[in-house]
Nanobody, 124 residues
Framework: QVQLVESGGGLVQAGGSLRLSCAAS????????MGWFRQAPGKERQFVAG???????????HYADFVKGRFTISRDNAKNTVFLQMNSLKPEDTAVYYC??????????????WGQGTTVTVSS
């Protein structure tokens, strides 16, 4: 069982930055693939970014096209935490952001575990 707790959301002006964190429980964090999804009001949940374990302490990062060049996903296995650095934020980035963990996490594969979400609001 893995528990995920997100933090770092808030209100920011367009063009600003936020850093989301997701703290995970469990002793096998390093082997989990992690990701961020978001859901805006009235819209479906969408994949934002993922960081997947490729074996031998190697990870690969992948992003939705709409955040490439603006968002960066990273992880600190010593702290059981995954981060999402969000720069050049736009009003359309406003959403609840969810952390996700599992064997695989990608735009087409959702992991088993979810956090409770953290709200990001970008004002114009």
């Amino acid at each position: 069982q893995v528990q995920l707790v997100e933090s770092g959301g808030g209100l920011v002006q367009a063009g600003g930055s936020l850093r989301l964190s997701c703290a995970a429980s469990g002793r096998t964090f390093s082997s989990y693939s992690m990701g961020w999804f978001r859901q805006a009001p009235g819209k479906e949940r969408q994949f934002v970014a993922g960081i997947s374990w490729s074996g031998s302490s190697t990870y690969s990062m992948h992003y939705a096209d709409f955040v490439k060049g603006r968002f960066t996903i990273s992880r600190d296995n010593a702290k059981n935490t995954v981060f999402l650095q969000m720069n050049s934020l736009k009003p359309e980035d406003t959403a609840v952001y969810y952390c996700n963990a599992g064997t695989r996490v990608s735009a087409v594969v959702v992991g088993t575990y979810w956090g409770q979400g953290t709200t990001v609001t970008v004002s114009s």
